[in-house]
């Protein structure tokens, strides 16, 4: 038998054509927006990010975030709040609460080796150390920093005393409701308010007081699905 010639078949078949490119780049420029998860990945705005870390945005751009300097230190346990005291006049102060329920004075920054002693303790309450803080300034002109923390009390710092303020009708008390419910303070309209712990019940002083007779306003008919008051905050509509 005469010998026949030998096909490859990768010989016969046909080459494929490179494939036209489909794809395209571009330049996005930072996302100036900030965080924003709320929007899917395709399609979402180029001027957000789902994720930054140790940047911060600026009008034109972003910024390294610069890093931390230690300031204070053997504060026992955790440091849950920070509350500054800024009068108008005189120097600023600055605090924080750890969660034992001390709070030390971290206006000056200290060795490492120094040990801070407490400016005032209070160790009552159902969350030691975390305190909702504010200042204000009475039409007299003295100047507070008042700290509620739940359950544990009110407390005023007018620079130089630390005094809690109790139920009573004397100078500096609350008539109308234990002060140790109060769980969140904030201002509205020059009024002190607060919120009773786990109700739906928030109480005001008259104009330009720290303490005094408190009245009660009831937010729980407007609360349909149930709950409690956590929390009162300022929002306008047509401010800027």
Known sequence: MALQPYNNPRRSVPRRASV???????AFGAP?????????????????????QNLIPRVLGLQLRRGYTRWVSNM???????????PALGDAKMFCANSAGDIFDVTAAQPSTV??????????????????????????????????????????????????????????????VDPKTFSYITVFKNRVIFIEHETTRAWYLPV???AGVATEFD?????????????????????G
Request: charged share 10%; hydrophobic share 35%; aromatic share 10%.
């Open 20 to 26: 036209t490119q489909t794809h395209e780049a571009y």
């Open 32 to 52: 100036l927006k900030g965080i924003d998860v709320s929007q899917p990945l395709p399609g979402g705005d180029p001027q957000t990010a789902i994720r930054m």
């Open 76 to 86: 026992g346990t955790e440091i849950r709040s920070i509350m500054q005291y800024h």
């Open 115 to 176: 040990t801070p002693t407490p400016v005032l303790s209070v160790t009552t309450g159902v969350a030691k150390g975390e305190w909702t803080s504010l200042n204000y300034t009475t039409p007299a002109g003295v100047h507070y920093l008042l700290m509620v923390t739940p359950a544990g009390g009110y407390w005023v710092y007018n620079g130089t005393t630390w005094t809690e303020i109790v139920a009573g009708t004397g100078p500096l008390q609350i008539d109308g």
């Open 208 to 210: 330009g007081e720290v």
């Open 219 to 239: 937010f729980g008919a407007m609360f349909s699905n149930g709950g409690e008051l956590v929390m009162l905050l300022n929002w306008t509509y047509d401010g």
